[in-house]
């Protein structure tokens, strides 16, 4: 089992594109959250999804901000129109069942 | 919604020596309770956690202990080593609904060699 995987590692965007960020879960897990971290901060809540729905929103910016996770292929947070505020990193969680999450490495965005 | 707060912000021990960090939560229907590890640049990595049927769980060096009635719960690394230094997340979960995880604010962990 190959953990939960993101990619990309590291993305770099200018103000006003998109970043798309990509997440594969663990191998039988159908829960998806995500989460950003700020530099020296903690990680907050952003959204929680299960296969082909949206669970919980409610950390996620109204604008700009929008998540998926298809019935085939990896969960997607796009960001469009990305402002400088957006640097951070954000991270991917998977799990079974209510518990036991596993964090994926990360994706950590630049904004130029 | 849960409010999690976490204490100290930063804490430096002599290697050898014990660590505690101390979290509080807001929300009395929480009941899972995760401490997380991470190292700089890393991803958060599970260390222990306690569920709000027991008081206290121990793993070798690291023990939690959880006081229900306080709404705190706290983390104890005994005999630290170098390799201890990193950050640490606690975390809260409510028993139903949407089961994200609310997560303190951090405490980075020095070990002085």
């Known amino acids: 089992n190959a953990g939960v995987m993101q990619n990309p590692r590291h993305l770099v965007r200018r103000r006003g594109q998109e970043a798309r960020l990509r997440c594969s879960p663990m191998?039988?897990?159908?829960?998806v959250y995500w989460y950003r971290q700020l530099p020296e901060e903690g990680l907050k809540f952003m959204v929680y999804?299960?296969?082909?729905?949206?669970?919980?929103e409610s950390g996620m910016p109204k604008e700009r901000f929008s998540a998926e996770f298809p019935k085939e292929g990896p969960s997607i947070l796009r960001i469009q129109q990305v402002v400088r505020g957006d640097s951070a990193a954000y991270f991917c969680?998977?799990?079974?069942?209510?518990?036991?999450?596993?964090f994926g490495s990360g994706t950590r965005l630049t904004v130029v | 919604g849960e409010n999690v707060e976490q204490h100290p912000s930063t804490l430096s021990v002599q290697e050898g020596d014990s660590a505690v960090i101390k979290c509080t939560y807001s929300d009395s229907a929480s009941n899972y309770f995760p401490w997380y590890k991470q190292e700089l640049g890393k991803r958060p990595q599970l260390i222990i956690d306690i569920r709000s049927n027991v008081g206290e769980k121990k793993d070798q060096r690291i023990a939690v202990t959880l006081n229900k009635t306080a709404k705190h719960f706290s983390l104890h690394i005994t005999e630290t080593q170098p390799e201890d230094s990193a950050v640490y997340f606690c975390a809260a979960s409510p028993p139903f609904g949407n089961e994200k995880l609310t997560f303190g604010t951090g405490t980075r962990l020095t070990i002085i060699p």
């Open positions: 191998k039988g897990h159908s829960h």
């Open positions: 969680a998977s799990s079974p069942n209510r518990d036991s999450y596993t």
């Open positions: 999804l299960q296969k082909e729905n949206i669970i919980d």
